[in-house]
């Protein structure tokens, strides 16, 4: 379950001099303006609307903004320009972002690891292989020897690449078999290889 919901809170205010329409008298309308918010588990998300209100110093009578009276309209628009909206209603809006910035870097860290792994294979690397779309594998390096690089392949597939750890338990063949190294950069660059591990 999401707890969310909206609330508001009064940012910015002003005074205008001008007759008021119910008392008919020339007095101050007070201006209240109110920033909607929405928000999250009660983390702020993101601004939503404005509302205002209006209020005659002399008869207190209020307005809704959707009421406001031709008169009333330029003071209000101009006391709304100069109220800003507080920065913490982008609260949820600036974690999110971050968060996708951090997965963002972890990504592009990981690609230039996996790519430098590729370039000088080790005895005892764990390929993460995608077959087809929901069909993952292991391949574990044997040797190297020059441009070629020898694997076992798992026995055992998956079909979720959350499965690709159990393998690891899972029997190898006992022959290796030669891939080239320049096979292997495609196979990076276009999916294949997903990620390559090397065991501490
Ligand atoms: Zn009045």
Redesign the pocket.
Known sequence: MIIYGAAGKETGGGKIRTT??????P?TINILIVQRYAHIYWIPFFPSGKKAVSE?S????VLEKKNFPEKYKNGYEEIKSRTKTPIWMFTGVGIIALIIIALFIVGRQNDSENAELALSPQKGDIYEIKLSNEQYTIYKVDKVEGNTVYFFENEYMTDRLSGVEELLEKPFTTESYPVMKTDLKVMLENGEIMDIERPE
């Open positions: 008021c329409i119910n008392c008919q008298e007095t005659c002399n008869c207190n009578h």
